[in-house]
C-alpha cells in the first residue's frame, strides 16, 4: 500500500510542477508578470543568444519526443512502476521547459508592431484564444490520463489501467489535432514580433509538424481505424466541407 501512496503522491507532485510551468508559460511567452519572459535587453551577442535559444529547443524537442515513443516507455518502465511512466514524461518535460525559461536570451529587434488598438485587440483575442484551446483540447480526450493523474489513481485504488477508447470528442472532428492549434495560436499571435520571439514561434512550429508525423505514425499502430480517420480529417487546418463520416481520434502523445 505504501508503493501505491508514493506513486500516487509522485503523480500528483509531478502534475503541480506542469500546472505551474503551464502558467508562466503564458506569461514567459506573452511577457506578462513573469521575471524572465520571451524578450528584454539582450545581454549577449545576437549569435549567441540564436545558439543558446536554439540548443534550448532542441533540447527541449528531443527529450520530447524521445520519451513519447513507445521503445522509451517500454524501456523506462523496466525501472519505474507503468503507473508512473506518464508522470515521469510529464515532470521531465516541465523540467526541460523550465530550464529553457531560466537560459533563455532576448535577442532584440522587432519583426512587427501592431499598433492599432483593433489589430491588437484580435491578436491578443488570438493568444487567449490559443493557451484555453490547449486546455480544452486535453479534456476533450481525457485531460488527467494524458499528464498521468489517472494512471496514479488507478494504482492507489488496486484497479487496472485501461487504455482511452477511440473515440470522437468534439473538436477532433474538425481537426485531428486541436491541441497543436492551440499551441500555434499561441505562439505566433503577438502584437509585438520580436526575433527572440519569431525563432521561438519558428522553431516550435517546425517541431509540432515533426511531431504530428511520428505521433501519428505510432497512432495508427496502436489503433488501426486512425488510417481511416486521417483520409477523413485534416490536421490541423479545417475544411470549408464536412466530411460525412469523421471518424474517431484516438488521444494525443503530446
Request: hydrophobic letters at 55%; proline letters at 6%; a positive charge.
Amino acid at each position: 500500500m505504501l508503493k501505491r501512496i508514493l506513486v500516487f503522491g509522485y503523480g500528483v507532485t509531478c502534475y503541480a510542477i506542469f500546472f505551474a510551468t503551464f502558467l508562466y508559460a503564458i506569461g514567459f511567452v506573452g511577457n506578462l508578470f513573469v521575471p524572465r519572459a520571451i524578450d528584454g535587453i539582450p545581454a549577449v551577442p545576437l549569435w549567441q543568444a540564436l545558439l543558446v535559444n536554439l540548443g534550448l529547443l532542441g533540447l527541449f524537442a528531443v527529450q520530447h519526443s524521445v520519451m513519447a515513443r513507445p521503445v522509451f516507455k517500454r524501456w523506462i518502465t523496466r525501472y519505474i512502476p507503468k503507473a508512473a511512466e506518464r508522470s515521469t514524461y510529464v515532470l521531465i518535460s516541465s523540467l526541460a521547459l523550465i530550464v529553457l525559461f531560466a537560459n533563455w536570451e532576448p535577442m532584440g529587434g522587432v519583426i512587427w508592431q501592431v499598433t492599432d488598438p483593433v489589430g491588437q485587440a484580435l491578436l491578443y483575442g488570438g493568444f487567449a484564444f490559443g493557451w484555453g484551446l490547449v486546455l480544452l483540447a486535453t479534456f476533450l480526450i481525457n485531460h488527467f490520463d494524458l499528464f498521468g493523474l489517472r494512471q496514479a489513481w488507478l494504482y492507489l485504488i488496486g484497479r487496472p489501467y485501461t487504455a482511452l477508447a477511440f473515440k470522437t470528442p468534439a473538436l477532433y472532428r474538425v481537426v485531428r489535432h486541436p491541441l497543436y492549434v492551440g499551441w500555434l495560436f499561441a505562439f505566433w499571435a503577438t502584437p509585438v514580433m520580436t526575433v527572440a520571439h519569431l525563432v521561438f514561434a519558428v522553431m516550435t512550429t517546425a517541431y509540432i509538424l515533426i511531431a504530428i508525423r511520428l505521433e501519428e505514425r505510432d497512432l495508427m499502430d496502436a489503433h488501426p481505424e486512425y488510417a481511416g480517420y486521417r483520409r477523413r480529417v485534416p490536421m490541423l487546418v479545417p475544411r470549408l466541407r464536412k466530411s460525412r463520416n469523421p471518424g474517431n481520434p484516438a488521444a494525443e502523445t503530446v
